[in-house]
């Protein structure tokens, strides 16, 4: 980073570890401990200018399974619903190519949620969105295959499984992107030969 740049990254990581719990697997609703490669990506995704505008706001991350790319963006999400306090009403879209996919991510938040004492209390849980009590925001699972995209005003674009989206659906939500200052848009994808 130069002498013009700063990254919150580390606040960012300081809450996610306070507020997040693993969802499933071997530590299923012990806290949520970043890996270093995880921490070195929210210090880069979190990195802004003197004025504080963000260097980068696409963003691609490329993990082989089993890395815990999904865990990670569920917590990218509940900070950026929760704990940004540069974004007043923040509106999370998580999206995948189709249901299932889109489901992996979002199931994700939800169990967070569920599971973390502070997250539960300060959220209300619905099939396909999390809200917070105050009512400010709100994180809303989509499916690129279900139409009726337009009309967002995304805050934060979670993109999972890139390479299986169609152009014009991806199109349409990244769009949905551009009325806000702020905006980030978090694609992630499983690693491989293509």
Known sequence: M???QYSW??????????????????WIGQPFRLL????????DLFTTDEHGTLRYRWSLLG?????????????LSLYHLLGDPDEPDPWV????????????????????CEMSPRLSNETLRYRWE????????????????AGKLDGKNISMLIVDELHEWLPE????????TVGRRRAQIV????????
């Open 169 to 176: 659906t991806w199109t349409v939500l990244t769009n949905g």
């Open 2 to 4: 130069t002498a013009a």
């Open 36 to 43: 270093p490669w995880q921490r070195k990506y929210i210090e």
């Open 9 to 26: 990254g580390d606040t960012v990581c300081e809450w996610i570890e306070e507020y997040c719990v693993f969802p499933s697997g071997e």
């Open 130 to 145: 999390i809200r917070p009590k105050d009512g400010k925001g709100k994180i809303e699972r989509v499916a690129a295959s």
């Open 93 to 112: 879209v998580v999206s995948a190519a189709s249901d299932k996919q889109a489901d992996i991510v979002f199931d994700a938040v939800r169990r967070m």
């Open 63 to 75: 993990i082989p399974k089993k890395n815990g790319k999904s865990t990670l963006i569920a917590a």
């Open 187 to 194: 694609q992630i994808t499983t690693a491989g030969w293509d």
